[in-house]
């Protein structure tokens, strides 16, 4: 594991800049305005001297995404007989009986409330939760919580139920409209990415040219739109508006452009450094950003400690440590969309204030010149949009389930409006970021990706009214004895991806680990632009847009492309001279490549990434080039050097290919990148060599480095991360990951189903300082497992009470209870409706790949264990994230 070591003393000054995570969520009601009303009531924290209510506070865009304090909302059966202020809750049916409108839950002074409060942007004293009630008991990411697939998916049945239960034309409307909802979603997400895709492209392209000079008839217009065909004296370079009375000429340009890069560079951080957010100390992880410099720490030791009487009041003394800082808009930001859609929380990461900090730091990071592309972050915008388009419609607000199918489509907008390929955005969505992707999310993605590629079309932001980033046709077909060169191209442009994580993460662990640097992200910024402006303004490659360069050099020799930097031979003499320059922008490029990604700036390695490969592979297609122009007598040419000057050849096709290659190494994207690569070119004549080439480039990649950019950045943050995709080899069963256990993690009821609340509030602050937010406490009868109830619903049950000091707590069926008249007033001390009596739960003899796929599949968040019918511990899902963390990580050391 590993922290950041930024001390306690910088993040006072920033609390006061954030508000508090902690506000309470308010309640949307969401009856219909015809038909049989819902069986809903309101639920009421009581307030109490010791709990202060937080119902003031209304919730903020930095409120975390799935609200982790939120209980379980339930529906009540159609066939309850229930009373519009107190239904009558079912007690045989773990989801029966859930309100359509979410409650006040109001976690007061409890330890659930102060570390969320923790977790979020107020920085209060955290002495009580810096320690831990046992050693062994300490959950990996303890301030994460997962989404209950299985409940959200039974929820929203029982609010279907209830909605085609209504008769008449307006039920009909109504349900109809509820149908709709997804669609309307869809349509406004894709709009709303492309209007924001539109303005950050014209923003940073006009900066971009800024740093060279401006339009003298409209100074907001680029240097192609100021002057559309060629050069012309409206455009007018700063060397020519300072007369070159600074330095001279040519170093007034210089200096002007040194000074841009710098400054653009600063902007973007110092917006970036706004979304800082601190996790308390108490919590053992890295860091939770992309800058790699993460300090392992030796994990606790599991002790065993028989004295079950130790009070958890009295937790054991552990030596403090710096708090941990992350930026939400740093960095891409795919490897947190990845990690969210899995049904995790990350708090702040799809808020508003993320939204507009990392758009308008995009746009100055962009436009600085540093090398970095605007596609990744353009996914977690678009996610961004995504999120807040769901409070329009409480059907995804208040489901966190459905809410990721609206996000995973939001997310294929992003590659849509990147690259202007909606069938790449659609593949994307289902092979990066998606972890549930049903066909009916499918649909609606490839609705929202049309929607998306159709809005940029008439926005026409690169103003050759087309949707692609850009655009090229290979009018020549290759030959046969291209195909090796293609196979070369996927294996170095495969071999250059596992390279270039292998060096980041070297470069992480060595530079980044200065204390200056890692206190002090600005100066890492400032160090990469000056590097970036120094060695990079001199190579006429290298000081060009990243997109732009990409585009020349996958651009094709022919008499109608133009060659603005002459990379088109007319003879076999020109050859060694262009490959030279392609030689020095491909060592350039990889090195600010490599120290580049991972600062403080909203940065993306789509593009950066394809640009080192297209470097390479034209330096590739210009050697195969000159080998057939050297020797047109060979057999093995065909009929190549008919035409003249080997034309056959295209080094701009070896320059793609390397591209996709490369990024392929880098992301491990296949059937994606060959869909985009084919929607850029729009020729089916390279469907075949791009594929090869990527095919070859996975494998390659694979056999390097197993783990792809986004894998290694979700391991070195320790994003929770169950990853469906890779499943390591399991050869132990569950006994392997179940403590032993515990009384105080445990509700027996053998003498009596009446508990003291105060015990109950006991158990309950004993899970939320092992971080299981989102955990449970199993009920035991003879040691016999008759029911579970979820933490969040324990903790609201007992924040309802008026008097929890004297109160007992029914945590188990008495018909003499049960059998009372369905008009009364609900006992707030009777938990029984709060009980699961079915949890889910294994042998303990249970193979390792059952308790895999029963996680991944079925979303659970824990599983009970059972030894010969009795009970016998509890796994959480964030344990067994910890197990396959540490068995793959045995693995790797072999």
């Not at 289902?430 to 499918?442: G, R, S």
């Not at 406490?777 to 016999?784: C, K, M, Q, S, T």
């Not at 009980?835 to 042998?843: E, F, G, K, R, T």
Request: one cysteine or more.
């Amino acid at each position: 594991m590993a922290r950041d070591s930024t001390p306690a003393a910088d993040t006072d000054a920033d609390a006061e800049a954030h508000d508090p995570m902690t506000a309470s969520y308010l309640s949307v009601a969401s009856q219909q305005s015809a038909g049989p009303p819902s069986p809903t009531y309101t639920r009421r924290s009581r307030m109490r001297s010791r709990r202060p209510s937080l119902s003031d506070h209304t919730p903020d865009e930095r409120t975390s995404l799935l609200r982790p304090s939120r209980s379980h909302i339930r529906i009540q059966s159609p066939n309850g007989s229930v009373t519009p202020k107190s239904p009558r809750l079912s007690r045989h049916q773990s989801y029966a009986g859930v309100a359509l409108n979410p409650k006040h839950h109001n976690r007061g002074g409890s330890w659930g409330q102060r570390l969320i409060q923790a977790i979020g942007d107020r920085q209060e004293s955290l002495a009580e939760s810096k320690g831990s009630i046992f050693a062994d008991e300490r959950v990996w990411y303890d301030q994460f919580t997962s989404t209950d697939w299985v409940h959200d998916s039974i929820a929203d049945a029982y609010r279907v139920k209830a909605l085609r239960s209504r008769k008449g034309f307006w039920g009909k409307a109504i349900v109809l409209f509820d149908g709709a909802q997804g669609w309307i979603l869809s349509a406004v997400v894709g709009f709303l990415v492309a209007v924001l895709a539109y303005c950050v492209n014209v923003a940073e392209t006009t900066m971009f040219d800024f740093k060279d000079g401006y339009c003298a008839k409209a100074w907001y217009l680029r240097e192609k739109r100021c002057c559309p065909h060629g050069p012309c004296t409206d455009w007018r370079n700063w060397s020519e508006v300072f007369g070159g009375r600074i330095f001279g000429e040519k170093w007034t340009e210089f200096a002007i452009y040194l000074v841009a890069v710098v400054m653009l560079s600063v902007l973007s951080c110092l917006l970036t450094l706004t979304t800082k957010t601190v996790v308390p100390s108490a919590y053992r992880m890295t860091t939770l950003d992309e800058n790699f410099a993460a300090e392992h720490v030796s994990p606790l030791e599991d002790e065993d400690n028989e004295d079950e009487a130790v009070s958890p009041r009295q937790p054991p003394q552990e030596p403090e440590a710096a708090p941990m800082v992350y930026y939400s808009a740093a960095g891409s930001g795919v490897a947190e969309v990845r990690v969210i859609l899995s049904g995790f929380v990350l708090h702040g990461f799809l808020g508003f204030k993320t939204l507009v900090v990392k758009s308008a730091g995009l746009i100055l990071s962009v436009a600085s010149g540093l090398s970095l592309g605007k596609e990744g972050p353009y996914v977690h915008i678009a996610t961004c949009i995504g999120n807040i388009a769901c409070r329009l419609f409480a059907k995804y607000d208040q489901n966190d389930a459905k809410r990721r199918e609206v996000l995973s489509a939001a997310a294929a907008a992003g590659v849509v409006v990147a690259f202007g390929a909606p069938l790449g955005g659609v593949l994307f969505g289902l092979e990066e970021v998606a972890y549930f992707f049903p066909a009916k999310t499918l649909f609606r993605t490839f609705f929202c990706c049309i929607t998306a590629a159709l809005s940029l079309k008439f926005l026409n932001p690169y103003g050759t009214h087309k949707i692609v980033m850009f655009e090229v046709r290979y009018k020549v077909d290759w030959e046969y004895f291209e195909l090796g060169s293609f196979i070369l191209c996927g294996i170095l442009g495969g071999a250059a991806g596992a390279l270039f994580i292998k060096a980041s993460r070297k470069w992480a662990v060595t530079f980044r680990k200065i204390p200056t640097i890692k206190k002090y992200p600005m100066v890492e910024v400032i160090m990469v632009a000056l590097i970036t402006a120094l060695i990079g303004y001199w190579n006429p490659l290298t000081k060009l847009p990243v997109a732009k360069l990409l585009l020349n050099l996958a651009a094709p020799c022919d008499d109608e492309s133009r060659d603005p930097l002459g990379l088109c031979p007319d003879d076999i003499n020109e050859i060694p001279g262009i490959m030279r320059t392609l030689l020095a922008a491909f060592v350039i490029k990889g090195f600010l490549t490599i120290i580049t990604f991972g600062i403080k700036v909203p940065a993306g390695i789509y593009v950066p990434s394809m640009v080192v490969g297209g470097l390479m592979g034209r330096i590739i297609g210009h050697a195969v080039q000159w080998v057939v122009l050297r020797f047109p007598s060979w057999g093995i040419w065909g009929t190549c050097p008919v035409f003249a000057e080997a034309t056959c050849v295209q080094p701009g096709v070896y320059g793609l290919i390397a591209a996709g290659s490369t990024m392929c190494g880098v992301t491990r994207l296949s059937v994606t990148l060959a869909v985009i690569l084919f929607e850029l070119t729009g020729s089916l004549d390279y469907v075949l060599p791009f594929s090869l080439a990527i095919l070859v480039a996975k494998w390659t990649a694979d056999a390097m480095e197993p783990l792809s950019i986004y894998d290694l950045l979700t391991e070195m943050n320790s994003y929770p991360f169950l990853n469906n995709k890779h499943k390591p080899i399991f050869t132990s069963d569950l006994a392997d990951i179940v403590p032993r256990v515990r009384r105080e993690r445990i509700i027996d009821i053998t003498n009596s189903p009446l508990v003291p609340a105060l015990s109950l509030r006991t158990k309950l602050e004993l899970l939320h300082r092992a971080g299981e937010l989102d955990g449970g406490l199993p009920i035991l009868r003879d040691g016999v497992l008759v029911g579970l109830i979820p933490a969040p619903d324990l903790e609201y049950a007992l924040d309802s009470l008026d008097d929890e000091g004297s109160s007992l707590c029914l945590m188990a069926h008495v018909p003499s209870i049960d059998d009372d008249d369905g008009d009364a007033v609900r006992d707030p001390t009777d938990f029984t409706p709060y009980i699961d009596p079915a949890p889910v739960a294994l042998d303990i003899r249970s193979p390792m790949d059952l308790v895999y796929e029963c996680f991944v599949k079925l979303g659970l968040r824990y599983i009970c264990v059972l030894k010969d019918g009795r009970y016998a511990g509890m796994t959480h899902k964030k344990r067994f994230v910890k197990y396959m963390r540490e068995l793959e990580e045995k693995e790797h050391a072999k």
